[in-house]
Structure formats: structure tokens, C-alpha cells
């Protein structure tokens, strides 16, 4: 596999998108916060796949197929985590995630 | 007649033993001690027809050509290690086992009549009895012994039967602890025995008395030039035998258990202390004598080390209070003469008088000593207490036990016609025939035998005359005088014994012999010196023997603590092994190897601990541990495959 | 469309119509019923399973997307079991008071995890793998915050679910640098596409990827999330959850390395499971042995099990897929019948720490010898099946014939030394320990001493039963050609 | 059918004895059920002795009699393979005396006598099932079977620090069979040239003898340290001093008298005999430590004050010479360590036994707190000496054949070396003289030193027949070891051809 310079130029911001994600996931308290950094690593992902498969396998169609399928799961994930966050909330008014350390060792 | 039956004098005591220690606890005390005293009865009358027929008997090809022939009445494989390497329960019998036999089962039948009354009304009298079978059933065992594995198994069983019978008052401490040294001393040296066994029988694969001693030659050169620290294979070997017979019989260093074992009942003294199983070391010596022959290494060893402890333990029991040490140290002495007689002997050498003299002192010294400790124990029986101190003028109360215990002086001390004269006569002739240094050697130790014995004698019956109160000393019942007498007659006649025409090194029929009338006269001379020496200092109570004491101070006091031998092996036992090898090693394992697995189950522990904040609970931070794992993951295969 | 290929998924099938019943039950039932409904979810689980065992078909569906082989069938089979065994130990919970008004919800998400898990072992391509895991894996955080009156259960869920997005998201990531470099998401297509020197990317997916699915089975160092979700969750969660979802993982996992990595599993994976195992076996255990909370405690070993069970995938041979399977299925068994007696102890007393476990088997003897029989089994004591599982996973493991191997299962087996210790710990409170026990004497349900019952025969029977061990070589002899990658 | 060979009833009977107890409701029963299964095990293991004997008679020379096979784990050849030749027959044997034994020592066990023989038959099912086993699966299985219940055994009716005695000991021997699995394994994969005819039958294996020479330096110490650990070998004896002082009498009779025996039984039978050429290069570092086992072993004991310390360490040192004995490799040192397997599990029971009895009574095993025994029970301090003595090596009591045994036919090795290390471990029968002397002296003889102890009583009627059963093990053996050896022979005749 070569990567070009067109593919690059879609390939470096993904990985910078990820990188992002994951530097907000570990930074951020809240916890929405955390979780846009999360649609963030998941939209670098599609990203990928899409570059991919436009670029280096232009005749076929399974990476688009798995960015449709990736975008509907990071969809539903979100609602779930968000809903768990709302429980949490409700429970301690608080939706810092460093307060969720009840459990440790 | 097949003399097949002799095998009956060790199922006999061996009976006996366990019929007494099964149901002895329910029987009679009287009944329990006559069952013991008639098994020991016909036991001897078995022995002695044996050995009669033996001797005497012409249809069992005995002799062949003017050689009294090794007979292997008996045989059974008990355990066989290898083809070669068998362990037979076996009866040889020769002229020194026919002999021995006739010496222990004589002695022993004497102390089973005597314990009868000796040990009436003590607790435990059937179990004495039953080790008393044990004790005969193993010494037995040994002297009849046809390969030298089976005298390892009864040289052990005498070990221990010593043990139960020194240990018989148990109740008493020093009883217990006299019994331990005993076993002990005696085992470490029987280890030597194992070793030389071991490499005796690695490079002539055979345990075999006949085998071993019909070809000396042959055993010596088995071991094909091997060597070891610098000595030849077969030295080690015969060294380390060696060693075995000199703990059994108690020769310097390995002396010190023997005085102690006194703690045990009189009876048992003069039997197992005194006559029969301390001359097992010289029995075994004489039994590889043709081995021992050809190792001359090992003869200065044995010679020279019988002659320092004859000298030594003389020096010992001129100084001793109680009357039983001082006879444990005569008794020390005279086998050093036996042990010494042997070293000096050799088959070119005056045709090993040495041996023959060697046998016939064994043989003589077993009649009169055990007659001289039996006349202790009933002098002990009336007076209750060993010390000197506590008697002096007996000969008015017990006037049997007196001519006993002046039969058995004399006989000791080499006065003609006593029986100790003639067989002390030929070791002196050995010795001188050897170098005159160990003839004179032996004669002074033997001048110091006649004066400590005389000492012994005249503190006892004559000295003075104190105030016994109540109990007046009596003679002893009939059970313990008879003994007495017959063993005082033995003293008195078994030096007429022809003895050379049975035992000697070449198993002859003929052999001549006569008293060396120099040697002996000297001799002679040299003792009466020491009775009148003795005579001088001890007939009538006076203060001369306790200011020489006191102008001696250092040389008495160390003859008095026995050259502090005791305290020597007291201080190796408890200082340097148990202090400083055992407790180490226990602390060792205790703290080191226990301490190591210990350790590991406590790092685990602390690790477990220490490394709990990775479960920190904070998702922020399982994640991060999560990414750096996924790409340390990469990294490494990364590293190591590109 | 050719509809018949939906015949080539028949458990599925199955499985959906329970879900649909009991989704209709839940929806139409008059409330005096509602008691019935975990019965009826049992009955029809059963049955379905039952039925299932009858026809197992081989073939392909979605073009190639999907495979059933005598494997994933046997596979799925072992899941149904225990999945059942879950079933029946929850019912005395999903009635309480508290839950049974979402009890029809419980269900249901639990048939849809299994379906989810059902997709992970028959994918054959990744996309149907992701939709696998990922409807195995979301449903879970929401039962995992079932207990609403519980902080704890709500922890555990937002623990879940950010650590299971974050590791879904890096797997994909992973995915799609596979997807880069072979053009294909078939597994079979990959395969070929592997083969050779690997590259860099190559490597940095894999490493992706194995988190990923590392996570499911909570390999260390992808595993922290596992103490917390099992001490928090709802005790029946938690047994499904260390047994059900962590099998089909490990099952997914083999044929994800082998039928697709195959090709460079002694440049790459060997090592990367090679490190994996050593850290799981060997962190989980000394985690463990502090733990006072019998669910945490669970937690840990179940992670050190994990560590066990992928020295069935880094043998990459039959016999390392055959004892891969029997371990599961022995472990279900095992690690059931532990929470069984944790959760009838729960549901009388509310107490899970070992502590209170002090003296168990002077009030509690059959609860106790069962729990001893768990941990006995856990601990690879024979005759239980827990020895037979792992000697024969150590078989597999070092049949690869190389020293290294040699030296993790000797990393292995001294470990088992530990793991020991704390199973045994467990035994020491219930037995030696002296004192007033605080657990009363308990009379439980019949459902849960049903699942007690058939977790303890179980243990006993399935290892000296060989015919269980030898049905499953011979499912996986079937399906070997896909060990023809391994290099 | 399985049925019809004799040897699985040794381990259906223990099992039968399990399930009954299971049914059993008062103590009445248990004791019922627990005596009736200990004699049909001793009944067992007299006939086998003579149905062997018989065969043997007739002229039967292969290796292993009453040999029975079945397929197990198919795919991986794991067989249920049953056969035993003279040393298993004399081990099984002695094990039954033991359980017997055992049995009637525990009499009054409490608490929860039903659960304690439960363990306890457990136990020895592993036990039987190791010896009577010739495939190395179901040995291994047997093995860690007979391992467990120490810990419950010694957890819940032991004394003093059972907690951690039980605990280490159970994670030691464990430790070792850790070992020892990863040895079975690696023998399976190398126990032929033909990687599609591997076998765990350990006939096969030493048949095939297709293990590569690289392979033997590796696996033959996995295997002998495995097994090692449980034969007290020299750094991994430390479970045995703690294990036996805390464990309940039966228990420490069963272990150091059964247990430890398969630890020697497993070197000899896996290690040594699998692993010839490994065995004979590599025997000097295990010969150094087996000796250094020896004699440390025997010193540690002279100091120890607890008897059931001193007999444990005492344990260390006669099973040291076990494993000593093995790897001289020479036909009479190898008869000898089956002996000292048969006089030390004998003589170490009955210690055990009569240490149990004795502290049953004073409830201290201090030996400075104790004296006099032999005035105030004359019966027990009468077995006492009698094991004492058959430790020492007494002629006539077992111990004495076994030693000498061991020592002449390690001295018959032609290297130096080993002969010198004979001699070193020759000495050790002084030391226990040593340490034996100095327990019966301050226990049995002497005063009395404690009072209270005068009102003590002497044995009762399961006490005497529990001993006596052991004394006449003893006896038996120290005076007609040939017969003893007579049954091993064979056994060795093809060891021989294959080591030596």
C-alpha cells in the first residue's frame, strides 16, 4: 500500500481528530465533554474508512457501508451514554466524571 | 552327631525374650526369673555341647590334617542385596567362636542365677529378665556370626540391649543419660564399622567371614591399588572396623561411656560391661585377624592405641572412690592388654602368640572379672551405696564374697597359679617378642593394675572398720554366692587350660606353648611390687594415701576427673555441635529457607498493595492506562520484529 | 434476496422468536400474571435450546458475512446453557419488589446481548462483528445500571459504558488501518492480504484491535473496568456478564487471530497475547488477593481466567480451540454456581464480603460446600472440572512446541499457585474460620437451588465425562481449515 | 469391564466409603461405615499382594500385572490405564495398613467427624488411584486429589497455627505439582518420534524412550523438583515441619506415612524412570541436596523441643534418603528406597499416632514439660521406644533393612563421588540416634515432671489396635525384608535394564 499526498491530507486531520478525542477524554470532567470527544474519535474512524475506500479501493463499497453502520452505532451509543449521565446526575447532582470514584482499588 | 543344633542357642534366648516381653508383666516376678534363669540353663548346656563337640568330637571332619577346620553349621539367606552381597543368618563355628560361646553362655547363665537374687523385689524384674535374653540372643548372635554384616545386625542389637539394660532404672537421670552415652558413643563408632563394611564389601563383594579370612592376600589386593587421602582403600577399611571394635570396646578415645554405664544393675555390668559384649571389639579384630595381618598400618594403630589406653585407664582407676568405676577402668585396661596383644601379633612373628594370648586373656579375664563385679554387687546389696567411703572391713561380714573378691585380685593382678597370670604371661611374651618397649610398657601397666586392684581390695574388706548401725552387712542369699564360687574356682583353675591346643592363629591342633619363666618371672615381680605397694598404703586406715593426693593436686584430680575426657565430649556435643551446628541449622531453616517462602507469600502481599492505584477508580485514568497499553503493545513487537 | 439463507442462521432465529414471545408476554400480559413472566422466559429459553440442539446446519449467509459451523453452533449451544443456568438463578431476584416492574425490560436486553454475541461468533466479516459487539455490549450498560437504588449500579454503568465507547472507538480505528491495508473486511480476504513481512500499520492494528476485544474479555491492561462494572452491577448482570459475554468473546477472539491474523501470528500476535496473558494471569491474581467483596473478588479471578482461557487462542491449534471451548463451558459452570451462592445469600442478607462469610458452613453447609466446589473448581483442583479445563488448555498451549510457550505456562502454573491461595481463602472463611457466623441459617429459593444443583453436577460430571471433551475436538476438526494461516 | 480388575476397587471403595458417609446421620454410622471401608481396603490389599505374588509364581514376568486400559480423552490419547508392578503393590499395601490405622487413631474425632473422614477417604482415593495409575494424566489427577484435603484436614481439625500450616503447606505442594504438570505436558509432546502417537502411558513412554536428550535436562528437573517438594527435598521441606505439627494425628499419620511416599513413588516412577539419560546427568545436584536433606534434616531435629517438630524434621531426613536412595540408580539402593518408603511410613505413623495420643492426654508436646511417660503409660511409651528404635535403624524393625539397603547399594556406585556422599549420608544414622535418644529419654524416662500427669491413663482398645496394626507392619518388614524384596524384584530387573 502507498499512501499518496491526497490520502495524507485526509488521513493527518483524522489522526489529529482522534488524538484530540482521546486528549479530551482524558482531560475533560464533564462528562459531556467527554463524550463529544468521543463522537470525535468515532467521526475520525469514518473518516478513515471513507478516505480508504474512495482512495485506495475506488471499486468497491464496504467502507462507506461500514461508516454508514459506524455512525448509526456512535449514534446509539450516545443516546445510551447519555441517559446513563442523566442517572448519574439525578443520583449525585453532579456530572463530574473524577466524582465517580467510589469504587476504586 | 550334626552339630546343626547349635542355631537352638540364639532361637532360645530369642524365644524367651518375647515370651518375657509379651506376657511377662502377667506373670509371677519368681516365675518370670526362673523361666529366664532355666532358658539360659539348657541355652549353655546347647553352647557347651557344641563347643565340646566341636573341640573334642572327631565324625564332623573338625580336623583335617592337624587344622581345625571353620564349620558353617547353620545358614539362612536372610536379605540379599546382590548376587554376591548376602546377608545369612548363619553359626560359624571355629575355635574362638566355639570358645566364645562357652565364655558367654558360662557368665551369662552365672548373672541369671545371680539377678534372682540380686534383683529380687525389684520393679521390672520380668522385663530384666527378657532383656537379659535379648543381651544373650544378640551377643550370641555375634560370636557365631559367618559373614560380617550379620555381626553388624547383632553388633547393633548388643548396642541396644545395652541401652535397655543401663537404662533399666529409668526412673533415675543419670541411669537415662549413662544409657545414651552409651548407645551413642558406641554408635558413632559402629558408623566406622558400616563404612569399613561397606568399602570391604565394595571391592570383595562378599560379606563372607571364610571367604574373606581363607584368602587375605586376595582381599588386599582387591581393592587393586586403590587409594583414598593418601591411604590404600583396604587401610581405610580396616581402620574403620577397627574403629567399630574400639567403641564396642571402649578404647581410648572412645572410651568415655563405659565408666558411666556403670548406672546400670551390678548383674548387667558383669555381664555386658565386664565379660562379654566389651570383648567384642577384640573379637571382631581377631575374627579379620588374617586381614589385619596384612595391613601393618593398621597394627600400630590398633597396638598403639590399645597401649595408651591400657595405661590411661590404669592411671584412671588408681584415683577412683566408687568401686564399680575403679573395676570399669580395670576393665578398660585389661581389653587394651587383649587389643595391644593383638596389634603386636603377627603370623611370621612367634607364630601369633599374640593372638592365642589375646583369646586366652579374653577368656580368663571374663571368668574373673565378672567374678569380681558380681562380688560387688553383693557387697552394693548389703551396703547400698557404691562409694569406698561407706565400707572397709567386710571380710568379718561377708566372708565368701572376700575370698571371691581376693580369687579374682590375684587372678588380675598375674599372681600364679591365678588364671590372669598365664594369659597375661603370653601378651607379655608377644609384646616383648614384638619390641620391648611395649613388653615393658605392659608390664608396669600391668604392676598398676596389682596396685589398684589391691587398693580396691583392702578399701573394701580390711581399711576400716566403721559404724554400719542397723544394717549390718550380711552375705548374700545362696542364688548370688553360688555364683561366687564357681566363678572364683574358674579364676583360680582356667589358667591350667591348655589353651594354645585350641585357639590359636593357625586353628592347629598342635601348638606349643610354655610360660616364658623371664617374662613371667618379671612379671611376677612387677605385680607383687604393686600389691605391696597397695598393702603398704591401704591395709589399715591411715592418712598417707590423701596426702599424697594432696601433694599431687593437678596430676590426682586430673586422674580423678579422668583426664577430663567427660567434659571434653561434653563440650564437642553440647557447645560445638548442638550450639553451634544444630541450633544454626534450625535457626537457618526456621529463618533462611522457611523465611525465603515466607517472603515470597509477603512480596506477593506488598506487591498486591502496591500496585492497587492503577485501580484508581477514575475512568480518566483506566482509559490512559488503557491506551499506553494498546500502544506499548504495538511498540514492543514493533521494536523486536522491524 | 435469497431468503432462504436465513435457514443457515437457525439460533438466531430462534433466539428472536423467544425474544419476540417474551417482549409480547411482558407487553400484553393482564398484571395478575406478572409473576409468571421469569417462568415463562426460562421455559421458552429452555425449550428453544432444547430444539436448537436438533438442527445444526453448516453453511454461509450474507455473502460470507455470516458462517455457521458445527463450532459457532456447538459455541452458541454452550452460551445457551449457561445463559439458561443465568436465567434460572435471577428469577428470585427479577421478582422482587423493586425489579419486577422492569423485569419484561431485563429479559429482553439480556436475549439481545446474546443475539449480539450470537453475531460475534458467526461474523465472518467485521462489520457484522461490530454490530455484534456492540449489541452485546450496549444493552449490558444498561442492565448494569439496573438497580436504580443503588449509587454503585450507576457508577458501574457510566464506568461501562465510557471505557466500552472509548474502546470500540480505538478498535475500529484499528479496524479501519486494517481496512487500509487489506481493501477488505472479510475475514478471509484479510487473511491473504496479511501475509508477509508485516507492516507498522499492520502491527499498530492488531495492537488495536486485540484492545479492543481485550476489553470484552478484560485482558490487562484493558481490563479496569471489570472490578468496578462487577461490584456495581446487579448480581445476575454480573454472572452473565463474567461468564456469557466473556465465552463469546473468547470465541470471537480465536477466530479473529486465526482465521484473519493467522498469517502473522509469530511475528506479531504471538507476542502481543505473549505479554497479554503473562500481565492478566499474573495482575488479576494479586489483585484478587486483597479483595474483601466476594463480587470484586469474582472480578479479579474471573480476570486471571481470562489469562487462562487465551492460552487456548495463543496455541492457534485445535486442540488450543477445543480446550478453549471446554473451558468456557466448564468456567460457566464454575463461575455460576459461585454467584449463585452469592446472590442467595444477597438476596436473604445483602452481604457479599467475605467477612460475613466467616463460619458459613456451621448455618449454611450445602451453600457452602457448593461455593467450595466453585472455588475447588476455579483453582484447577481435581476431579472437578476445573482441573480437567486446564491441563487441557496447558495441552493445547504448549503443543506449539516452543520453549517460550513452555515459559507462560510454567508463568501460568505458578500462578495458579496464587489464585489457589485466594480461592482458598474463600474455603478458610466458610470452614476454618471460628465465630458467630452474621449469615442466618437460609432457606432458598428453589430456583436458585436448581441453578446450584445443576452448576454442582456440572463441575463434578463435565471432567471425567470425556465424551463432552471429545464431542468438542471433533466439532472443531470440522472446521480446522482455517488453521492453515498460522505461520 | 472395568470391574472385573482388581485394582479400581481401590479407589470404588474409598468412593462407596464417601458416599455413605454422605448418608450417614450419627457417629455410630460414620464409625460403621469408615471401619468397614478401611478393613475391605486392607482386605484388598493383602489379596493383591498374594493374587501378585501368585501371578509372579506362575511365571507372569512383565512389568505390570493386573494391567486394565480404557480410552479416555480420546483425542488427546489420555488413557485410563491401570497395572502395578512390585513397588506399587507393597506401597499400596502399606497405604491400606495406614488408613487402617488411621482410622482407629481418629476414633473420637471431633467436631464434625463425618466431614473429617469425608476428606479423609477423599484423600485416600487419591492416594490409591496414584499408585494403582500407569498413565501420567490420571496420576497427576490422583496426585493434586490427594493434596487437597490436606488443607481442610488440617484447617478445621488441627491445632495451633493451622491457619498458615495449612495455607503454606497446601500452596507448596501445589507449588510443586505446578511443576511437575508442566513436566507431564512436555513429556506428552516428546513421548514418541511420531507426533501423531503421542501417549501419557508411561510403559509406552519409557519404550519409545523418544525423549530428545535437550528435552531431558529440562523436564527431568521439572518433574523431580515437582515431585521433591512433597519427598521434602532439601529447600522445599519447609511445609513439612509446620504442616505436621498442626495437623490432627490421623491426618499427620496419613501424610507423612502415605503422602510423602508419592513423592518418591512420582520421582522414581516419572522422573527416573522416563528420563534415564537426565537422571544420570544431572543426579549429582539432586543427590547433593537429597544428601544435604539427610543430614540437616536429622540435626534440625536434635534441637526441636516440640515432638511433632522433631518427628517432622526427622521426616525430612528419612525421606531425603528415599530420594537419595533413587537417584543412586543401582538396583539395591532403589529396593532400598522402596523399603525406607515402606519402614518410614510405618514407623512416622505410628509416631504420629503415639505423639497424637500422648497430647491428647498432657494437650502439650513441649519435651521439657513431659517425663516419666513410661512409669504413667507404659503401653504407649512402649510403642514409642519401639519406633523409636525402628527410626534408628534397629536390626529386626524396618528401618535397619532399609538403610542398609540404601547405604550398600549406594556405596556400590563406581563413582567416587557418590560413594563419598554415601558415607556422608551414613552419618545421619548416628544423628538419629542422637535425636531419638534424646526424645525417649526426656519424654519416657526420667520423673515425672508435671503432676498432673499421674492420673493420666494408658491406651484404650482403638488406640492399641491402631498401633499395634503399624507395630506389626514394622516387625514384619525388619524381619522378612527378602520377602518384601522378593515382590519389588521384578519390578527392578527391568529398571536395571533401562538405567544401569
Partial sequence: MKFDLTILMYIIPSVIMFCCGVYGFITRKNMIAILISLELMLNAVDINFVVFNRYLFPGQMEGMMFSLFAIAIAAGETALAIAIVINVYRVVKNVDIRELTKMKF | MNLNYTIAVLILPFLTFVFLGLVGVKMKKKAAGIVGVCSMGVTAFIAFAAAFTYFFGTDQGQVIDGVRQQLQVFDYTWMQFTKNLVIKIGVLLDPISAMMLIVITTVSFMVHLYSLGYMDGEKGFQRYYAFLSLFTLAMLGLVVASNIFQMYIFWELVGISSYLLIGFYYTTPAAVAAAKKAFIVTRFADLGFLIGILILSYYTQTFDFITLTSNPGAVISSAGGATFLGCSAMAWAMTLIFIGGAGKSAMFPLHIWLPDAMEGPTPVSALIHAATMVVAGVYLVARLFPIYCLEQGTMTIITVIGAFTAFYAAAVACTQSDIKRVLAFSTISQIAFMMTSLGVASQMLDNGVGYMASMFHLFTHAMFKSLLFLCAGAIIHSVHSNEMTAMGGLRKYMPICNWAFLFGCLAISGIPPFSGFFSKDEILVAAYAKSPLWGIWLAVVAGMTAFYMFRLYYKIFWWNNPDYGDHKPHEAPWTMTLPLIILGLLALCAGMIPFGKYVNLARTVEYESGINWMVAGSSVLIALIGIGLATKLYLKENPKPDRMAEKTPGLWTAAYRRFYMDEFYQYITHHVIFAHVSTPIAWFDRHIIDGTMNMLARVTHSTSYSIRRFQSGNIQSYVWIYLIGALALATIVMLCVI | MDYSQFLMMPQEIGLLIVFLLVFLFDTFMPKRLQTSLSYITCVLFAVYTAVSMICPLKGMAFAGMFESTAATFVMKQILNIGMLIVLIQSIKWANEDFTIVRRGEFYELLLVTLFGMYLMISARHFLLFVIGLESASLPLAALVAFDKKRYESHEAAAKYMFTAMFSSAIFMMGLSFVYGIAGSLYFNDIAFKVAGTPSALLIVALAFVISGVGFKLSLVPFHLWTADVYQGAPTAVTSYLSVISKGAAAYAFLIIMVQTFGAVYSQVWEWMLYALIILTITLGNLFAIRQRNLKRFLAFSSISQAGYIMLGVIAANEIGMASLMYYVLVYIFSNLAAFGVISAIENKTGRVGMDDYNGLYHTNPKLAFTMMLAMFSLGGIPPFAGFFSKFFIFMGAVKTGEVAIYILVLIALINTIISLYYYLLVVKAMFIVEGDCVVPRIKSETSERLGMTICTLGIILIGPASCIYTFLTLVVKDGSSMFCFIQ | ?500
Fill in chain 4, 1 to 500: 469391564m472395568i470391574f472385573s480388575n482388581i485394582l479400581i476397587y481401590f479407589v470404588v471403595i474409598p468412593i462407596l466409603v464417601l458416599g455413605c458417609l454422605f448418608a450417614t446421620k450419627n457417629i455410630k454410622q460414620v464409625r460403621t461405615v469408615v471401619v468397614i471401608g478401611a478393613s475391605a481396603l486392607m482386605v484388598l490389599a493383602l489379596y493383591l499382594v498374594y493374587s501378585f505374588l501368585q501371578q509372579r509364581g506362575a511365571g507372569n514376568a512383565s512389568e505390570m500385572l493386573f494391567r486394565y486400559d480404557a480410552v479416555w480423552f480420546k483425542p488427546l490419547n489420555i488413557h485410563f490405564a491401570l497395572g502395578v508392578d512390585g513397588i506399587s503393590v507393597v506401597l499400596i499395601l502399606l497405604s491400606a495398613f495406614i488408613v487402617f490405622g488411621g482410622v482407629f487413631a481418629s476414633w473420637r474425632m471431633d467436631p464434625l467427624p463425618k466431614e473429617f473422614f469425608l476428606w479423609f477417604f477423599l484423600l485416600s482415593t487419591g492416594v490409591f488411584g496414584f499408585f494403582i495409575s500407569i498413565d501420567m494424566f490420571t496420576m497427576v489427577m490422583f496426585y493434586e486429589v490427594a493434596l487437597i484435603p490436606m488443607y481442610l484436614l488440617i484447617g478445621v481439625w488441627g491445632s495451633g497455627n493451622k491457619r498458615y500450616a495449612a495455607m503454606k503447606l497446601t500452596l507448596m505442594l501445589m507449588g510443586g505439582s505446578a511443576f511437575l504438570m508442566l513436566g507431564v505436558i512436555g513429556i506428552y509432546f516428546h513421548s514418541s518420534a511420531d507426533p501423531n502417537n503421542l501417549t501419557m502411558n508411561i510403559l509406552t513412554i519409557a519404550q519409545n524412550n523418544a525423549i530428545p536428550h535437550s528435552w531431558q535436562y529440562f523436564l527431568f528437573p521439572m518433574t523431580f523438583v515437582g515431585f521433591g517438594v512433597l519427598g521434602a527435598m532439601f529447600p522445599f521441606h519447609t511445609w513439612s515441619p509446620d504442616g505436621h505439627a498442626a495437623a490432627p494425628t490421623a491426618v499427620s499419620m496419613l501424610h507423612a506415612g502415605v503422602l510423602m511416599k508419592l513423592g518418591g513413588y512420582g520421582c522414581f516412577r516419572i522422573a527416573i524412570f522416563l528420563m534415564p539419560f537426565a537422571a544420570q546427568q544431572l543426579n549429582w545436584i539432586f543427590l547433593i541436596l537429597t544428601g544435604i536433606s539427610v543430614v540437616y534434616g536429622a540435626l534440625s531435629a536434635c534441637v526441636q523441643t516440640d515432638l511433632k517438630y522433631i518427628n517432622a524434621y526427622s521426616s525430612v531426613s528419612h525421606c531425603g534418603m528415599v530420594l537419595f536412595a533413587l537417584l543412586m540408580l543401582t538396583n539395591t539402593a532403589v529396593t532400598g528406597a522402596v523399603l525406607q518408603m515402606l519402614s518410614h511410613g510405618l514407623m512416622t505413623a505410628l509416631f504420629f499416632a503415639l505423639i497424637g495420643m500422648i497430647y491428647g492426654r498432657t494437650h502439650t508436646r513441649d519435651i521439657r514439660k513431659m517425663g516419666g511417660m513410661m512409669n504413667i503409660m507404659p503401653y504407649l511409651s512402649v510403642c514409642f521406644v519401639i519406633a523409636g528404635l525402628a527410626s534408628l535403624g534397629l536390626p529386626g524393625l524396618s528401618g535397619f533393612v532399609a538403610e542398609m539397603n540404601i547405604f550398600v547399594g549406594s556405596f556400590m556406585h563406581p563413582d567416587l563421588f557418590h560413594r563419598i556422599l554415601t558415607i556422608v549420608g551414613t552419618t545421619s544414622i548416628v544423628i538419629t540416634a542422637v535425636y531419638i535418644l534424646r526424645m525417649v529419654g526426656k519424654l519416657l524416662l526420667g520423673q515425672v515432671q508435671d503432676k498432673h500427669h499421674l492420673t493420666l491413663t494408658d491406651a484404650n482398645w482403638y488406640e492399641r489396635l491402631s498401633t499395634l496394626t503399624l507395630i506389626v507392619g514394622i516387625v514384619t518388614i525388619g524381619f522378612f525384608p527378602s520377602f518384601f524384596v522378593e515382590i519389588i524384584k521384578n519390578s527392578l530387573s527391568f529398571v536395571k535394564a533401562l538405567v544401569m
